[in-house]
């Protein structure tokens, strides 16, 4: 299976991302980049084989996540967004709908993303739900904001969901065509423009059953749907990102031998979480359960920290807007606002405040 990653089409992929970097304006979604991806075979990964996919194991997926990571941030973090959704289904009950939608997924016929942060980590303090679901004779009907779904401007299909007057939750696979369904412009963003982030309305909007894939059930994001926040995939994300900023170090460290002595020891914390990352993901990682989660505390810290490094060794001609060094900065702080659990922001804030106990 590691095969794929020495193929000729995944070679190709690699050096379409690395000579047409996408650019970070939210009108230049990563269409490009996409096709590659798609002709390399990347949509398969996810999806299950009796539908033609590959349904790579999550040692081999993080991998590839990681590798893509490392050559564009961007794009990879779309194609995270595409999977939740096609795990969403793929978990779902709802055979009628995972028929209709996973082998047009495949093919690339259509694109689904997720807006679920409101059911995970956006807006908990809140005393009223997001998005209201109402339980009616055909179905449901939703009104709300779903806060955050990245490149729902291009989406047939969002997943996402709501909540009922008693606490049980839906998760859906709302076509964005519906009436009802207002995707708004992409907000502006640090970093990650292209992925046209933006939040989606949904007035009155109305749900067969036939479209609910997982509940109604309470915490319906806890119920195997395929993956919580801060998962390892995040974190394969930001691994990645870090192996980026320091193969751009290492070409500036070819001319200026006295930045090894900063290069060598993120290089090994680099390649120590790599392999963290590859035992979590094949269940062996000596800290169980908590793995993931210390896996990703580690991850934003070295992300944060190896792009800062990177903006420094690289003096004012870094800090110029466009030089790639000062885009990794600030695409690094993506990973402290992202599907982020608490507990691990809780220890960056901790690490930044220098007053871990
Ligand atoms: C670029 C980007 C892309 C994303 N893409 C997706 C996507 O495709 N799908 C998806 O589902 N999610 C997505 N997310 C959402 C992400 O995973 C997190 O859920 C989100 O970043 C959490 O931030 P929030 O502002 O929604 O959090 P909130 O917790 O809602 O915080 C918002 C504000 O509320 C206030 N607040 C927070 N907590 C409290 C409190 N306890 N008491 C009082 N006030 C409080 C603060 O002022 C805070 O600034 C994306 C996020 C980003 C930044």
Not at 54 to 71: H, I
Not at 115 to 121: A, F, M, Q
Not at 201 to 218: F, N
Not at 228 to 255: C, D, F, H, Y
Request: with cysteine; aromatic share 4%; charged share 15%.
């Amino acid at each position: 299976m590691e095969d794929i990653f020495k193929s000729s089409e995944f070679t190709a992929l690699l050096q379409t991302l690395q000579q047409r970097p996408c650019e970070d304006r939210s009108d230049a979604w990563p269409v490009e980049q996409f096709a590659a991806m798609t002709n390399a075979g990347v949509m398969q990964w996810d999806q299950p084989e009796e539908l033609g996919g590959l349904d790579l194991s999550a040692v081999f997926m993080l991998e590839g996540l990681r590798v893509l990571a490392s050559t564009c941030l961007v794009s990879t973090f779309v194609l995270t967004q595409r999977s939740a959704a096609v795990r969403r289904i793929a978990t779902s009950k709802n055979e009628a709908a995972k028929q209709n939608l996973l082998p047009k997924l495949l093919t690339g016929e259509i694109f689904a993303t997720v807006g679920i942060s409101h059911l995970t980590t956006s807006g908990q303090h809140l005393k009223t739900p997001l998005v209201h679901a109402t339980e009616t004779a055909d179905g449901f009907v939703l009104n709300g904001t779903v806060p955050w779904a990245t490149s729902a401007t291009v989406a047939d299909y969002l997943i996402t969901g709501g909540t009922l007057d008693d606490g049980r939750q839906i998760l859906v696979a709302l076509p964005t065509t519906r009436d009802g369904v207002e995707v708004l412009p992409p907000v502006q963003l640090m970093a990650l423009n292209a992925s046209q982030t933006g939040a989606v309305k949904l007035a009155d909007v109305p749900v067969t059953r036939d479209e609910v894939l997982h509940g109604p059930v309470t915490a319906v994001m806890q119920q195997g749907t395929g993956g919580g926040a801060g998962s390892l995939g995040t974190s394969a994300l930001a691994i990645g990102a870090t192996a980026g900023n320091l193969r751009n170090m290492n070409v500036e460290a070819q001319k200026r031998p006295e930045l090894q002595q900063f290069l060598t020891p993120l290089q090994t914390e680099l390649d120590s979480l790599s392999q963290s990352l590859q035992l979590a993901a094949a269940g062996t990682h000596p800290d169980g359960d908590k793995a993931a989660e210390n896996i990703r505390r580690k991850a934003n810290s070295l992300v944060m920290r190896s792009a800062q490094t990177w903006l420094a060794v690289t003096k004012g001609a870094g800090y110029v807007h466009g030089h790639p060094a000062e885009r990794a900065v600030r695409e690094s702080m993506f990973f402290m606002v992202w599907s982020c659990p608490q507990p691990v922001l809780i220890a960056n804030l901790q690490e930044l405040a220098c007053s871990a106990s």
